[in-house]
């Protein structure tokens, strides 16, 4: 197994106070570091799955169930330049591991979402790339199939209603391809937004390595008979991470450009999860950016990814060929925690952060950039005295147009190097009602200079 960084919902494990950071950090910085961490203690099917539970997959072995026939959707036209566009990601890779036993067996998961629009035109992405450190991962994924539907409600949750469409039949991913549906439209599936819906996307492993993302759904290893949306199907529930790079790209109307759009840059505090079974969080659903969009009209795309430092959004990193998915009014930058907490200087910092927005500023010509304080880590020594650096020189900088102070917003009045109870997930992340705090706030940042 490979990965990097911080557990997309555990904190990361502890450095030494005041170590020392690298001269040029790069995007390739503690590859590795942590992905037992990532992987065993976060997946269900790694931890508690693929490993511990042979009876899984002896019954899928015995179960054997036919083949699905269902029949894919038809196609729409692709959106017209009229549309706007953007994307919602169910969180980026930012790991990887080898299912091992489960190579040969299908692989379902449902990802709950909701979206801010109602869109015009959507299609699926599904990459298996490790994102964070922009690694394509060899191996052979076999995509069984492609549903998007209505999720239940009242004790249904996790299971599709009868309007769930077949956006996919069965296609092949060697070595970090991807697979790109083709755009439908209402005909196919009216998505609202404001309504819960599950996509769900069913593999099998045939050699090498998954991506592992940061989030919340079903899980489930076996083939049972039918397609992937019966109940037999549905899996267990995992706040710990899902597998592969996925997102919904969408098109939308909006001719007044009434609909704010902000893409979001950064680390885990972008993700929407922690490592608190105390602290429930609903992941992508959570997240600051979402809460954001849902409650003021708006759509987020994130390019964050957990275990994120300043470097690994560098101006030569494929993650920027994404900016076509997505047009921009804001770009959130909330990226340097982890560069900060192992000791790298403020000023190390600041080339690459300046590197970062001056990249999304020509990605996104007119887009106002926000730029967010690091909060506390519970972190001492240098680490936590160039956090403070750095966010008093982020405070009046004039990279960027408007600030939300997440330090002031998250941090313990009584004890400024830890989160304020109220806010505090796990000592590293925030809990839902933390990022309802960003949230508010972000809106008010971008009203004051609107």
Do not use: C
């Not at 690298?22 to 099917?45: E, F, H, Q, Y």
């Not at 489960?102 to 979206?115: D, H, I, K, M, W």
């Not at 199907?233 to 899902?242: A, E, I, W």
């Amino acid at each position: 197994m490979s990965g990097a960084g911080e557990n997309p919902s555990l904190p990361g494990p502890p450095r030494p106070p005041g170590q020392p950071g690298p001269d040029a950090p790069s995007r390739k910085t503690w590859r590795g570091a942590i992905i037992a961490a990532i992987v065993v203690a976060a997946l269900l099917l790694v931890g508690g799955g693929v490993l511990a539970a042979v009876a899984l997959v002896t019954w899928a072995g015995q179960s054997g169930g036919a083949p699905d026939q269902t029949s894919v959707a038809p196609a729409a036209d692709a959106p017209g330049a009229d549309l706007r566009r953007s994307f919602s990601s169910f969180g980026h890779t930012a790991a990887s591991g080898d299912l091992g036993a489960a190579n040969g067996y299908l692989v379902t998961q449902r990802l709950p979402f909701v979206s801010t629009v109602t869109p015009d035109r959507f299609r699926v992405v599904v990459r298996n790339w490790q994102y964070l450190e922009d690694l394509a991962l060899s191996g052979r994924i076999d995509i069984e199939s492609i549903y998007l539907g209505t999720e239940g409600t009242g004790g249904e949750e996790g299971r599709f209603t009868p309007d769930a469409v077949r956006l996919s039949g069965p296609q092949t991913l060697v070595d970090g391809a991807s697979l790109t549906t083709a755009w439908f439209d209402a005909g196919t599936l009216a998505i609202q937004a404001g309504k819960r819906y599950l996509l769900g996307v069913a593999f099998t492993p045939q050699s090498g390595e998954v991506g592992v993302n940061p989030a919340v759904g079903w899980v489930g290893l076996g083939r049972g008979a039918g397609p992937m949306t019966s109940d037999a199907q549905q899996g267990d529930y995992s706040v710990g991470g899902m597998y592969l790079d996925i997102a919904i790209e969408y098109a939308f109307s909006d001719p007044g450009h009434d609909v704010p759009v902000v893409t979001v840059f950064g680390h885990s505090l972008n993700s929407g999860g922690n490592g608190n079974p105390a602290v429930p969080h609903g992941g992508e659903m959570t997240v600051w950016h979402q809460l954001w969009a849902a409650q003021h009209g708006g759509a987020a795309a994130s390019f964050s990814a957990p275990g994120a430092w300043t470097a690994n959004f560098a101006p030569d990193s494929p993650k920027w060929d994404l900016v076509p998915s997505t047009e921009a009014d804001y770009v959130a930058v909330w990226a340097s925690s982890s560069d900060l907490v192992v000791g790298t200087p403020p000023d190390q910092v600041g080339v690459m952060w300046q590197a970062l927005v001056d990249k999304a500023r020509a990605s996104w010509p007119g887009a106002k950039i926000i730029g967010f304080t690091e909060p506390p880590r519970a972190a001492t020594g240098v680490g936590e005295q160039y956090r403070r650096e750095w966010n008093d020189y982020l405070r009046t900088s004039p990279l960027i147009d408007g600030l939300v102070d997440a330090d002031a917003i998250l941090a313990d009045p009584g004890n400024p190097n830890v989160l304020n109870p109220a806010f505090n997930g796990d000592d590293t992340h925030m809990s839902p009602a933390g990022h309802q705090a960003i949230a508010d706030a972000f809106e008010q940042a971008i009203a004051a200079i609107r």
